[in-house]
């Protein structure tokens, strides 16, 4: 298979193939390796090298071998080392188990080739970790695609994956997404399973899933991978079809709120409100009601809880690897923000954590009310263009935690309240700049209401179609065969 035409394709496209076979999962997980190994010294979107043989998969699954990498984060499989962004794991700790999605990823037929980049303990939007160097964005190597899945966006933006493995707790799926022009659903909380290590991940913000370049393949993997694990402490109403039947399927006439005012009172990009404006009127022309609404949040208190969650968060897994690892915390083994973040967790008190998590009640029962009376929000994924690489720098010790959450909150003031709410939100590259980067639109529904976001995503990426759209670093057309193949 010619590497230009596997990049062309979507893994949906490349798993009809296989099963047609017109090529070979081989022959697609060839083209893969020479496709990374010709955009990675560009992008360094890899933990590490990739693995000798991809690791083992259900040849029957959906996918039938489609090539797959997952995030150095929170997912793991077994015996494969995992670092988590840090120097404090050194060459990384294998673990003796999969996690329930890493099992669910090879029932699905994945074929996974690698790990992909993240920053500290994901503590970031950028991916740009002391342990791994920056991640760069494939539009524009200068910046960065994000984080703190900016591995993952990276190499799928590129080309050189189909799609990869992401996880979400303050917009790390749906940021890189934004950025690199990808697809990326965070699912409702509870849809993908986060055991057997979290019964919930970041005290609930946080849920697993993917980044992909199509509606198509998001709504098929989360086909393969949905439903709570044994011993999971949540279990979410299914889906009353498969979520692939969505995408296609008329939307119906829907109640669209539209809003580009950030919620922090941080200035938006221009062109990013444009955009959100612009999909807008697109919805108003398909039909559906569009109005100017927002729901309220007081930010100020959001944003303490939010430091509180993530700071304990980190630290619990900075201080449990030092202690098991026998490795002091120091500046050795941790970036400042995250030092800071150490120092101020332990400050906290029970009651400190408690109080984050009644704001946090107190804004999911505000927002659920805003959503009673919309089927849909519609916001810009993020507030500016992707900031040059080291904007968002994790080592910078004159921030502190208040600092640095302030600063991470300021560039994404739009996709953390969904982590709390636990609402499906979707990043769709509807838009691009004056300079050809892209822009991304944020789609979020009710609660469980991931179907209605398959059928409006589907209705945009027909009206509004971003496939032909191609970054800087990317697989070259002409592109030959791997291999003689």
Known sequence: MKISDYAECDATGLAQLIAAREVSAAEVQRAARAAI????????????????????????GPFRGVPFAIKDLAIHAEGVPTRLGTRLTGRGIPFPHDTELMARFRQAGLAVLGRTATPEFGFNAATESVANGPTRNPWDVARTPGGSSGGSAALVAARALPAAHANDGGGSIRIPAGWCGLVGLKPTRGRTPPGPDFDEMLGGLAIEFAVTRTVRDAAALLDAVHGAGVGDKYEIRPPVRPYAEEVGAPPGRLRVAVTARSWSGTAV?????????????????????????????????????????WTCFVAS?????????????????????????????????????????????????????????????????????????????????SLGAEGW?????????????????????MSLPLAETSAGLPIGVQLVGRYGAEDTLFRLAAQLEQALPWRARRPKAVIARHAGSPGGN
Not at 283 to 295: F, K, N, Q
């Open 37 to 60: 190994e010709q955009v990675n010294p560009a992008l360094n979107a890899l933990v590490g090298d990739l693995f000798d043989e991809p690791l083992a998969c259900d040849a029957d």
């Open 269 to 309: 990009d221009p062109e990013h409100v444009q955009a959100v404006l612009a999909v807008g009127r697109e919805l108003a022309s398909l039909g559906h009601v569009v109005e100017e609404a927002s729901p309220s949040v007081d930010w100020e208190p959001f944003v303490k809880a939010q430091l509180a969650i």
């Open 317 to 397: 897994g900075a201080l449990g690897l030092s202690a098991a690892l026998g490795v002091p915390l120091g500046p050795e083994v941790l970036e400042a923000t995250t030092l800071a973040s150490v120092e101020y967790s332990q400050r906290l008190t029970a009651l400190d954590l408690h109080d984050a998590h009644h704001v946090c009640n107190t804004v999911r029962r505000a927002v659920a009310g805003f959503f009673q009376r919309h089927d849909v929000l519609i916001t810009p994924t993020v507030a500016t263009p992707p900031p040059p690489l080291g904007t968002l720098d994790a080592n910078d010790a």
């Open 405 to 425: 959450m302030d600063k991470l909150f300021g560039i994404i003031p739009f996709t953390p309240l969904f982590n709390v709410t636990g609402q499906p939100a």
